[in-house]
């Protein structure tokens, strides 16, 4: 059954800024100064299930810095967490290292270095290529560590990475975040998370530091349907509610006053009413960008043929969505796709 923690207390936070750096290690008192206990995969020892659970690594990798990823790390950094990062483009580490963040420059090299190591790629590809390419952090796992990879990939992806990783003797868990860039700034994320339970307990204060809940799933690949599933949903929603908004103009209403109305009702949601009024003025500073919500529908109907279920809707949703990419919205929020009936009128 699905276990939605709240034992957890958020940890307490220890201030950086303007510390030396030997004061901004960790502070006596701080829990991350507990070393990690040696994490083993089950296939090499049975010894995993006994472990206590009070035990937090010591030392956190984070590899991707997008618009997820960088807020995320931020919060551990802010934290007192002894974090080490990596992302493709180096310059966006820079902010990170100057709160305090130590740097490696490659995936491999962070997994040698820390405990536990984090991951927020954009796309199946990429994290793959992160976790097990050349350099990548298979190469620097070992018995004692753990990966979790908090990116939305499809479970064969996340099962292909789990093998690569528990291969070394690692730990893995797939975490893949239901929130966007707001929530991970807050660090209100929600985990959708399954594979080695041991893990999960090792890190779940950084879960919480991150993020307001969290749920293990069990088996690696239930996470990432149960994210593929949400957000199948939410491209639907957002699909629909363009519609709704063009539809509204075109018949002499004020779209404005429709976005006031829905969230006032049964279908109010937050994202109607956080978005509405930017999609009301042609703007979509991206949170979600819309390439990663196409590539989560063509994910998720991947899931639903795996299993003969029929979703006409999010397939539908999905063709918008293709449509606003072709016309070079990709990089855009996801709201942009209601750019795409427009080009089509
Ligand atoms: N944004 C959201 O609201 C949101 C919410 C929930 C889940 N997610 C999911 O979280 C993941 C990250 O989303 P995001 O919004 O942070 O995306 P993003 O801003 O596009 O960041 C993507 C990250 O992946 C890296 N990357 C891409 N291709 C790579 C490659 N071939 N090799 C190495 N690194 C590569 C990028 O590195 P560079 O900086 O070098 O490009 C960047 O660090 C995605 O799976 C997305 O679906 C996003």
């Known amino acids: 059954m699905a276990m939605c923690s709240t034992f957890c207390p958020r940890i307490p936070h220890y201030s950086f800024l303007g510390a030396t750096p030997a004061i901004r290690s960790i502070s006596p008192s701080s829990p991350f100064r507990l070393s990690v206990r ?15 659970a009070k035990e937090i690594p010591g030392r956190i990798g984070f590899l991707g810095l997008g618009i997820m990823g960088t807020p995320m790390a931020h919060n551990l950094i802010k934290a007192g967490c002894d974090v080490t990062v990596w992302n493709r483009t180096k310059s966006k580490c820079d902010p990170l290292i ?10 491999e090299e962070v997994a040698a270095t820390c405990d536990v190591t984090f991951a927020m790629l954009a796309d199946p590809e990429s994290a793959v290529d992160v976790a097990c390419g050349k350099h990548g952090a298979a190469n620097g796992m070992s018995s004692g560590k753990g990966y979790v990879d908090v990116s939305t990939v499809d479970g064969a992806t996340s099962k292909f990475i789990s093998g690569r990783i528990q291969g070394t003797g690692a730990l893995f868990l797939e975490a893949p975040v239901s929130g ?10 929600i985990f959708l998370t399954a594979g080695d339970k041991a893990l999960y307990e090792m890190v779940a204060p950084f879960l919480d530091i991150m993020g307001k809940s969290k749920f293990y799933l069990g088996d690696v690949g239930n996470g990432a349907a149960m994210k593929l599933v949400v957000n199948m949903i939410m491209g639907s929603m957002m699909a629909s509610f363009s519609e709704g908004l063009l539809l509204s103009e075109k018949v002499g209403l004020d779209p404005n006053i429709l976005v ?13 009413s956080v978005k509405g009024p930017s999609m009301v003025r042609s703007q979509y500073p991206a949170a979600f960008p819309l390439k990663h919500q196409q590539k989560d529908l063509r994910l998720a109907l991947g899931l639903a043929e795996s299993v003969s279920q029929s979703t006409p809707i999010a397939a539908a949703a999905n063709e918008m969505y293709k449509v606003a990419k072709s016309h070079g919205l990709s990089d855009q929020d996801f709201s942009a796709v209601i750019e795409a009936l427009k080009a089509k009128q």
């Open 38 to 52: 040696a994490l083993s995969s089950p296939a090499q020892s049975s010894s995993s299930s006994s472990s206590p």
């Open 98 to 107: 100057s709160l305090g963040a130590q740097y490696k420059s490659s995936p």
């Open 180 to 189: 966007s860039k707001k929530p991970a700034e807050d660090g209100q994320l």
């Open 260 to 272: 006031e109305v829905v969230s006032q009702g049964a279908i109010s949601a937050p994202m109607y």
